[in-house]
């Protein structure tokens, strides 16, 4: 596991909470791609889920400005093969990946935290604790 990595999807999403959204994994263009209100979209209009983030920092060695953000987001695929890229960057399996990627599949505590967080803040909290608990856990849950 690249808890390196990992560390630094959590510092990203805490640094802009409004450009983290688990339901996609990259877009410069989060108005379309999500159609979310105003007040919950970064400035940038840039997004990114767990997975989608741990490629960007990787293409982008770490730069978060928008100009490089959209050059990385536009060579991202929207589904699988992001899904198989940022798990290979983790050095995850593909059972941890579902276990990180897909809120869906995060133990009960989280999802439960997660349905009941309304802000972009408190998602990034939730988010945290939920890779921290991941790292803690080895991946297991």
């Known amino acids: 596991m690249n808890i390196k990595l990992l560390e630094k999807v959590c510092e990203a999403i805490k640094a802009e909470p409004k450009r ?3 339901n996609v994994w990259a877009t410069n263009d989060v108005y379309y791609d ?3 209100p105003d007040r919950q979209v970064a400035p940038c209009g840039t997004a990114a889920c767990i997975g989608g983030f741990a490629v960007i920092l990787t293409k982008t060695k770490g730069k ?7 050059k990385a987001v536009s060579g991202v695929d929207t589904g699988p093969r992001t899904e198989i890229l940022a798990t290979d960057l983790l ?3 593909v059972h941890q990946a579902a276990r990180l990627f897909h809120d869906h599949d995060w133990p ?9 967080a309304r802000t972009p803040a408190q998602r ?7 890779i921290k608990h991941f790292i803690k856990t080895e991946g297991r849950e």
Do not use: C, N, Q
Request: hydrophobic residues 45%; proline residues 0%; positive net charge.
């Open 124 to 130: 990034v909290r939730v988010a945290i604790s939920r």
């Open 20 to 22: 983290f959204h688990m």
């Open 91 to 93: 050095d995850l399996d």
């Open 108 to 116: 009960y505590k989280f999802r439960e935290a997660w349905a009941k």
């Open 34 to 36: 999500i159609g979310l």
């Open 64 to 70: 978060t400005d928008r100009e490089t953000w959209v």
